[in-house]
């Protein structure tokens, strides 16, 4: 356990998470543009034992390869996430900055859920038949049975609880943000306005 606890070793392992980062975005960026004309290359890895054409994905067959897993069969667009996790994993590793590692990935990778199930929620049936999925497999499996036991009014209101429980644990500042925005003072007729204790205490001497 000395070999791993030896800051060294971890610079030296942060350099391979930040490597390995680079490969992902390479891989993700490419497969964009590049995911239709890679279909027919990953199909052939998987079904011959031949002579495979060359991929046009950015980081060869590999990179198709990976990020058609992360994409497609796991959180469609949101897995672009999993670019800032790994950096900064890295720089945890090579102790380049000081934060709280496992509060980060843990925001990071409740978004990426999050994005997933929304964009299958609202994108899945628009983007048709589509080398690129929008929510990956991940999305569209949670929003399909979300929307098969809640309907889409309570998949609605689940996503917003979701929304809303993510900027409670990122900001403290966000209760009093929602309490000012719901109780104003310059709230317009026929809408509730906050009451100060001056005030109550006046209501209830003339009662």
């Known amino acids: 356990m000395e070999f791993f606890g030896n800051p060294n070793v971890q610079f030296v ?5 930040l490597a390995l980062a680079i490969f992902l975005c390479s891989s993700f960026i490419s497969f964009f543009s590049s995911g239709g004309d890679d279909h027919t290359v990953l199909e052939s890895m998987a079904g011959t034992a031949g002579d ?3 991929a046009s994905n950015t980081s060869g067959k590999g990179g198709a390869v990976v990020a058609r ?3 497609n069969g796991c959180f469609g667009w949101a897995s672009l996430l999993l670019l800032p996790m790994v950096v900064l994993v890295a720089l945890k590793l090579m102790r380049l900055c000081k934060f709280r590692l496992w509060r980060w990935l843990f925001m990071l990778f409740y ?7 929304l964009f299958s929620f609202v994108l899945g049936e628009r983007m048709g038949i589509s080398y690129v999925s929008p929510g990956g497999a991940h999305g569209d499996f949670l929003s399909m049975r979300l929307v098969e036991y809640l309907g889409v009014v309570g998949t609605v209101l689940l996503l917003f609880v979701a929304l809303l429980l993510f900027m409670v644990y990122v900001s403290r500042n966000t209760i009093p943000w929602l309490r000012s925005l719901l109780s104003r003072n310059d709230a317009p007729v026929g809408e ?4 100060n204790s001056g005030e109550m205490s006046a209501v209830n001497d003339e009662q």
Do not use: K, N, R
């Open 52 to 54: 495979v054409p060359a």
């Open 111 to 117: 978004a990426m859920v999050w994005l997933s199930v």
């Open 69 to 71: 897993y992360f994409i």
């Open 13 to 17: 392992a942060g350099m391979m998470f």
């Open 192 to 195: 509730c306005a906050p009451v």
